[in-house]
């Protein structure tokens, strides 16, 4: 059992008439990974994770899902996942605690354990004070813990969440994050798209870039940020009217922005050493450690998508 | 295990249950109030019609009518806003609940609904004096067939259209003519040949006579296999209709 992988798609695509938003890709997801499709607004990974969640059909290409076909087995497959979609939709007018109970139910569980069951997550998700009032004024993070909760109600073997912190604030975040890397812990297989670096590098195992309905890179953040990146960047701000673009060849890639020059080196402070050495005088000058959205930026362009 | 259209329909209740108090006065309340106003104030004037006081005559005709704005009621905004507003729909099929449990749990929350407020005004009118024979015990049976072949084909709609102003038309345009036509508070043969058609093909009307037969034991107008067939009809297609509905509606 174990070595059977959860997810596993070959040449997987989904168009919708003209437009292709999932453009045949290959992937595998193991029991106990935490895995993470990164990408821009468009780049097909909702579509993917509406695939694996077996309410889109693929176009065409393979896909198992727990080793069965969705198209054949698609509510035998639901029945074991948890999802908590981008947009949130919990009952408004039922309690918190009314929307993990009917919930629950729709998954067969009788009404004892679906009490029971809710009541354990009202405690995970640290909702208990709330469990009696209604969902409509409840803060954007308690929704959100809420809806985690609530995907979690089956005891499912795979957690999909699309874009779970979109739109929390910083605290809100944290806290989800941390209740999320607790279900890692405990061994859940989670499934999960985002936008934020921060949040690919905190919670996955493994990930891939996605752009263009492809996937454009594969590996562990740290393997990404080794492979597209260096290990360092520096930062360097001029005063208006220089331009030091030229003076800096050789000191490593340079990334010229509007209002900042990005120098990707393996060495910073020897970089920054450099840079005074050729008399060049920057306003600031900030080393920092390369992260993966050096590595999205480099991958997916610097580009608006909207 | 329970069935997912079950639970489909324990959602309806618990929402319900905060909810009721909108509610409660226009399936219970308002009719009662109707049944009075029309059947003692206005029957005084109008005597008797088809051999019955008037009371007793539209007794079964606001029975069907209360039924089928029941349903009309719980299938309109309550589909569109879980598809539109609340996506409570969009959640249900993220669970093994198809979208022939989400329909059928609708429908069966609908006839919960209606035969509540059925048995409520059946007492009345039974209090009333205005139930005439014991075939008054088959009513709740036509108001149940009624409300199905009214709910199922407006979930149709309402899982068909993207904007509530849908409604309107809907309300305007068959919903009040069948009320005002449809044989409740006076024989559709009083209305000119030309019209009467209209009449017969709204559910509406053959709920109506259905339970104007039962409560005053009379024959109905056609035999009761066509006026059952009709809203058999309604119902089956409507079913049909709103499945697919649901399913287009979900389908990306």
């Not at chain 1, 174990?2 to 193991?30: C, W």
């Not at chain 1, 998700?125 to 929704?143: F, H, I, N, T, Y």
């Not at chain 1, 279900?183 to 590098?201: I, P």
Request: proline share 6%; aromatic share 8%.
């Amino acid at each position: 059992m174990s070595e059977q992988p959860l997810i596993r798609a070959r040449g997987l695509v989904k168009r919708f008439g003209d437009f292709t938003a999932v453009d045949g890709i290959d992937l595998e997801v193991a029991p106990g990974e935490a895995f993470g499709f990164l990408g821009p607004n468009g780049a097909g990974k909702s579509s993917t994770m509406r695939m694996i969640g077996c309410v889109s059909m693929p176009t065409s290409g393979e896909l198992r899902i727990l080793g069965m076909d969705p198209a054949r087995d698609g509510a035998r497959i639901r029945g074991r996942l948890g999802v908590c979609p981008q947009l949130d939709n919990l009952d408004p007018d039922l309690s918190v605690r009314e929307n993990l109970t009917t919930y629950a139910r729709y998954f067969g569980m009788s009404r004892a354990r679906a009490r029971a069951r809710a009541e354990e997550l009202l405690d995970f998700v640290q909702l208990r004070d709330r469990a009696a009032s209604r969902v409509e004024p409840l803060s954007g993070g308690m929704k959100r813990r809420l809806t985690i909760a609530r995907a979690m109600v089956n005891d499912p073997d795979l957690v999909l969440l699309d874009e779970p912190t979109t739109g929390l604030d910083p605290q809100a975040r944290h806290l989800l994050w941390e209740r999320l890397f607790r279900l890692r812990q405990r061994g859940t297989t989670l499934v999960l798209t985002t936008h934020y670096m921060d949040e690919a590098e905190q919670l996955c195992d493994r990930l891939v870039v996605m752009d263009g309905g492809r996937i454009v890179a594969e590996g562990s953040p740290r393997s990404l940020i080794g492979t597209y990146c260096t290990p360092e960047v520096v930062e360097l701000r001029f005063p208006d009217g220089v331009d030091p673009a030229g003076g800096l060849e050789g000191i490593g890639r340079v990334d010229p922005l509007p209002d900042r020059v990005l120098l990707y080196t393996g060495d910073g402070d020897a970089a920054v050493a450099e840079v005074h050495r050729r008399g060049l005088v920057p306003s600031s000058v900030l080393v920092r450690r390369s992260s993966l959205e050096d590595v999205f930026l480099k991958l997916t362009g610097r580009t608006l998508v909207d | 295990m329970v069935s997912p259209a079950v639970a489909v329909l324990e959602r309806h209740l618990c929402l319900y249950r905060r909810l009721w108090r909108a509610s409660a006065f226009s399936s219970f309340v308002l009719p009662v109030l109707f049944l009075v106003s029309f059947g003692v104030g206005v029957g005084r004037y109008v005597g008797e019609v088809g051999g019955v006081g008037y009371l007793a005559w539209i007794v079964p005709g606001v029975l069907a009518s209360t039924a089928f704005q029941m349903a009309v009621g719980d299938s309109t905004y309550s589909v569109l806003g879980d598809f539109k507003w609340v996506r409570g729909f969009h959640a249900m099929r993220a669970t093994p609940v198809g979208v022939r449990d989400m329909v059928v749990g609708g429908l069966l929350y609908a006839l919960l609904r209606v035969e509540s407020a059925v048995v409520v005004f059946l007492v009345v009118a039974g209090v009333f004096g205005a139930l005439r024979s014991p075939w008054a015990v088959v009513t709740p049976v036509v108001a149940a067939l009624l409300a199905v072949a009214v709910a199922a084909p407006v979930m149709g709609f309402s899982a068909s259209i993207d904007h509530d102003s849908y409604f309107a038309l809907l309300f305007r345009f068959v919903m009040i003519p069948s009320a005002l036509f449809g044989g409740v508070f006076f024989p559709v043969d009083q209305l000119p040949q030309v019209v009467r058609p209209l009449a017969y093909v709204s559910p509406l009307w053959h709920g109506v006579e259905l339970c104007r037969a039962a409560t005053l034991g009379v024959a109905p107008p056609w035999p009761v296999w066509v006026h059952a067939g009709v809203l058999l009809v309604f119902a089956g297609a409507g079913g049909v209709w709103a499945v697919s509905a649901f399913g287009r509606r979900l389908r990306d």
